[in-house]
DNA sequence: GTCTATAAAATGATAGAC
DNA sequence: GTCTATCATTTTATAGAC
């Protein structure tokens, strides 16, 4: 047994779940292999399966890891702002921020949508279907106010999340195909995108 | 030898090719298996690699052949219209038709854009950078012209390419969480979100 | 071109000592 | 909790007969 302060267990369970989201981002599922997981965290394979049973309970404890705190860092969020158009803006700032903040988490939710449609639209992560269902309520408070063009919700909540993670994923692409000064600098690309999707929504008016 | 007019050989090739891009697609690249493909070509594994050498080699050709595919459906688009707008809206709608047209290529994408985008940035897969290059300069063009708001062409594109794909994968995802009309037909919910990037770019008036 | 047979390596998982 | 040893399976790929 293991107190609840300092506890070791715990913090190995912690750096297993860091490593395997590393690999999971970078190989995918089938790609990722447990032994090379255990190895950088110092074990070696039968060590790791004593933490996480198997490999899909480890996939499964990792993906809920990451909604937990995406839902978590994009809630904290609106506690600020007031007018809906704010909170929308802080929502999606929030959201680019966390995606900067974790890459390696970012990827495999990123993935989790090609792989396993299923699993996500089942909602099987709870978490992450709050998410888009806070944010699905954000842009119709907002166009309530009359801040946001009006619209399908699901249409315009499909563009913010698919223009928003489209721009982190295919930088380093496009850095290549176009070498402007745009996107050689992530923040200044990033924020870039997010005035864009702004645009789009009528959050902030139109250059002439 | 083979003659040129009804190749068996080439026959053969492109079912191997096609069932390639179904398992790609679904499985990815670590996740599909040569047998299991062979298999469904009615061959045995081994059979399959004297079509293709390798793994890897097949898993380029089925890129190749997608990316080449992808320029010329969208390229093919452009000979009708003349306006710069007109052009735009050509050439997004040819996209839209042809990811709904080849949905595991589609897929395949998608995925090597998560999985390999170095590969996708050292445009190895030239007929995709082509691709890419087409619809800026589109962009550009109208931008030009006064037809699309002003702002970093990049920035656009990728807001038009990460929406739309996005609209196509997550559709099964938001169906499950929003039970709406719109997300039921497949052709409503892509025509909306093309109806949302044409917004965006102002190629269309926003609704008051 | 297709097959059988087989190699060579890696993988997820279990048994059981300490 | 971590280890060694091992299993069962699967995978890509080769050799060589037909």
Redesign the pocket.
Known sequence: ??TIFSD??AD?RRAILDLAEQHFARFGY?G?????I?REA??????L???F??????YLAVLEDIATDLEARTAAALSGPQRPGARLSAFIAANVAWMRARPHAFRVIQRELLDNSERVAQAQILPLSRFVRALEALIVEAQHAGEVAAGPPAAKLSLVLGALAYAQAVRPTLAQMFATALLCDETTWMAAAVREVEMALGLVRRRR
Chains 1, 2 share one sequence.
């Open positions: 047994m293991s070791r267990g190995r089938h990722a292999a447990l032994s090379a255990a110092g074990l070696r394979n039968p060590s399966l004593h933490h049973p198997s490999k899909s309970k480890l």
